[in-house]
């Protein structure tokens, strides 16, 4: 069983993570990955990444790799 110390622990490791890196990491199923990551976040103990600028510094919708980028990912708060 997966714990919320384990996801914690490997967003750490990583410094940011998606649900689909923590589920595949984990060996769990992404519900269960995001029921545990909003936790985390109702706790104060991670914060989602702010993807309101991409790579270009311009915005995501004139972004042509746009629709890539609008995944959730987390890092340590």
């Known amino acids: 069983m997966v714990s ?10 990583y410094g940011q993570a998606d649900i ?7 060996k769990a199923p992404k519900p269960l990955i995001q029921a545990m990551i909003d936790k ?9 990444v702010d993807f309101s600028a991409c790579l270009t ?10 629709s890539n980028c609008t995944h959730h990912v987390y890092k340590i708060k």
């Open 4 to 13: 919320l110390l384990q996801i914690r622990d490997l967003i750490a490791l």
């Open 57 to 66: 510094g311009s915005s995501c919708k004139s972004c042509p790799e746009g």
């Open 40 to 48: 985390l976040v109702s706790m104060g103990k991670l914060e989602e």
């Open 20 to 26: 689909n890196l923590l589920s595949e990491q984990l």
